[in-house]
Every structure is written in structure tokens, then in C-alpha cells.
T-cell receptor
């Protein structure tokens, strides 16, 4: 059965610092997604990674995919308060499987 | 405005009383999907549809039904709701092959 594991589940960081969220999955897939969810809101698509070695960047966020290691990372550079949210990764193998989410809090 | 709409946004009901949550999108998307979100579990896919009259089970389909008679609509039906179906439900849609899903605002369902 496909399992998608994110870590950490909770992350508190200072503004200006860098950090990485990890997403491991248990079955071969070459489609991985990252979403953002603000408290009480819906999900917003951040990145779609479709091949091994794919790297995408938007502002202070950069996502990468290593299909051989079954690992995706979401790297945060010089965090700002506006990045505080919950981040989900998801893997698509026939049906979509989401990780449990990483709740990120960026403190001044 | 391109959007996915869900109704109702909030619903409190009793065990066994049939209910339908509607989902509609105005982007001509082929793919539509339903998820439930529970604390600590992320989102779990209930059902998805690749096009009209084509539906398939996701990870947690038990207790739910769906239909796709029109491209824009994908209702979620709970024939006999139970308290363990208390959750936050999201509908999503995308073009087939684009993979970027657009999510609705969510429906918070409480079954007592």
C-alpha cells in the first residue's frame, strides 16, 4: 500500500532562516505535488513535479524530486512570516495520497 | 471567475439522514475528485472521476457515492451518514494531464 510520510510534522522557525521539509513515499511514482493550506482555508497548488530530478522554484520555496530515492523536498530560503501555513505533499498513483502535512510557523 | 464551488459550506445532520454535497466547476475540467480532511491524517481521496460517467474509488470510498452526469458537477452522496463521517470535505478539479488541481472552499460536515 502506498504510504506518504512527511517530516517534520511541526516546524517553528525564525524569519530569515532556511529549512527543508521532506516527503518520502513507498511506491514508485513520477508525479508528486506540493500544496499549501492556510488556517481555515482551502488548498492551493504550489508545485507539480513530473520527473526524476525535477526542480521548481517560486519565490522563497524550491521543490525537488528524486524518484529513485522516493523522496521530495521543499526547501524554504530566508523564511518570512507570510510562509506560515501547512504544507502537504501528495503522490499520484491511480488515486491521490497525501502526507499528513507540515505545519510551519515562522516567527519574527 | 474560474472556480470550484461547494454547497453547503457547513452542515450538521443526524445519523442515517441522507445528504448530498454538491460540487461544481466552471473551468471545463475533465478530472474531478472528492477528499476528506481529518486532523493528523492529511487529505484522503474518496472518489474521483476522469470524465462524464467515469468514476473510480479512491482510498476511502466506504459509505459514499458519487455520480458524474454532467462535466461541471460531481455531487458527493452520503446515503446513511454516521458520526465517523464527520469531517472537512474538499472537491477539486483539473484538466486531464495538467495535474494541477483547483480546490473548492470545503464543506464542514458534522454527523451527530
Amino acid at each position: 500500500e502506498l504510504k506518504v510520510e512527511q517530516n517534520p510534522l511541526f516546524l517553528s522557525m525564525q524569519e530569515g532562516k532556511n529549512y527543508t521539509i521532506y516527503c518520502n513515499y513507498s511506491t514508485t511514482s513520477d508525479r508528486l505535488y506540493w500544496y499549501r493550506q492556510d488556517p481555515g482555508k482551502s488548498l492551493e497548488s504550489l508545485f507539480v513535479l513530473l520527473s526524476n530530478g525535477a526542480v521548481k522554484q517560486e519565490g522563497r520555496l524550491m521543490a525537488s524530486l528524486d524518484t529513485k530515492a522516493r523522496l521530495s523536498t521543499l526547501h524554504i530560503t530566508a523564511a518570512v512570516h507570510d510562509l506560515s501555513a501547512t504544507y502537504f505533499c501528495a503522490v499520484d498513483i491511480n488515486d491521490m495520497r497525501f502526507g499528513a502535512g507540515t505545519r510551519l510557523t515562522v516567527k519574527p | 471567475e474560474a472556480q470550484v464551488t461547494q454547497n453547503p459550506r457547513y452542515l450538521i445532520t443526524v445519523t442515517g439522514k441522507k445528504l448530498t454535497v454538491t460540487c461544481s466547476q466552471n473551468m471545463n475540467h475533465e478530472y474531478m475528485s472528492w477528499y476528506r480532511q481529518d486532523p493528523g491524517l492529511g487529505l484522503r481521496q474518496i472518489y474521483y472521476s476522469m470524465n462524464v460517467e467515469v468514476t473510480d474509488k479512491g482510498d476511502v470510498p466506504e459509505g459514499y457515492k458519487v455520480s458524474r452526469k454532467e462535466k461541471r458537477n460531481f455531487p458527493l452522496i452520503l446515503e446513511s451518514p454516521s458520526p465517523n463521517q464527520t469531517s472537512l470535505y474538499f472537491c477539486a478539479s483539473s484538466f486531464w494531464g495538467s495535474y494541477e488541481q483547483y480546490f473548492g472552499p470545503g464543506t464542514r460536515l458534522t454527523v451527530t
